[in-house]
């Protein structure tokens, strides 16, 4: 069965400085999706970023990009020039057959001002 | 940009009541999906639906049931609600495709 570990149950920042935040998964097919989730208190889940696995380059968004390391299978989240808005609970997730998502246990990130 | 809105942020019920939770979008999106959220545990999938009536078992179905009459439309039914169903439901839908997941706002159950 495919897991999915986030070692880091919380992590804190300063902001404008860089955080990376961990994630593997346990996995034995060669195609799938990976995904950053941020989840800020009371509030929705939105997706912060994507990865398909047969693609080498790493994926970026803005002030997010993520370590793909598909031998290792790790799939780190890097957040640079950390902002207050980045306080949040980050979820790492895959995704396997039938569009089904297996979730991490989530990340907490404190932004300190 | 999509919507996805659930009927409910806070509910209480008691035990053995029977609870519907609501779920629409207005994405015409195929997929829609059942997650509860619980502390220290991340998001477990209940169920989730790729077409109207057609329903699938996540990894957590044991005390809930699902139906979708219509694409737009995903319900989550306790029948007999018991303490430990307390948790914060989220819905989420996703295209064919399904590459990304869209997620209401969540329910926040209580069940005394």
């Known amino acids: 069965a495919q897991t999915v570990t986030q070692s880091q149950p919380e992590m804190s920042v300063q902001e404008a400085e860089t955080v990376t935040l961990s994630c593997t998964y346990d996995t034995s097919e060669s195609d799938y999706y990976l995904f950053w989730y941020k989840q800020p208190p009371s509030r929705q889940m939105i997706l912060v970023i994507r990865?398909?696995?047969?693609?080498?380059q790493n994926a970026t968004e803005n002030r997010f990009s993520v370590n793909f390391q598909k031998a290792a299978k790790s799939f780190s989240l890097k957040i640079s020039d950390s902002q207050l808005g980045d306080a949040a609970m980050y979820f790492c997730?895959?995704?396997?057959?039938?569009?089904?998502?297996?979730f991490g246990k989530g990340t907490l990130l404190t932004v300190n001002p | 940009d999509v919507k996805v809105t659930q009927s409910s942020r806070y509910l209480v019920k008691r035990t053995g009541e029977k609870v519907f939770l609501e779920c629409v979008q207005d994405?015409?999106?195929?997929?829609m999906f059942w997650y509860r959220q619980d502390p220290g545990l991340g998001l477990r999938l209940i169920y989730f639906s790729y077409d109207v009536k057609m329903k699938e078992k996540g990894d957590i179905p044991e005390g809930y049931s699902v139906s979708r009459e219509k694409k737009e439309r995903f319900s989550l039914i306790l029948e007999s609600a018991s303490t430990n169903q307390t948790s914060m439901y989220l819905c989420?839908?996703?295209?064919?495709?399904?590459?990304?997941?869209?997620f209401g706002p969540g329910t926040r159950l209580t069940v005394l």
């Open positions: 990865q398909e696995a047969y693609k080498q």
């Open positions: 997730a895959y995704r396997r057959a039938y569009y089904k998502l297996t």
């Open positions: 994405m015409d999106h195929e997929n």
């Open positions: 989420a839908t996703g295209g064919r495709e399904a590459d990304t997941q869209y």
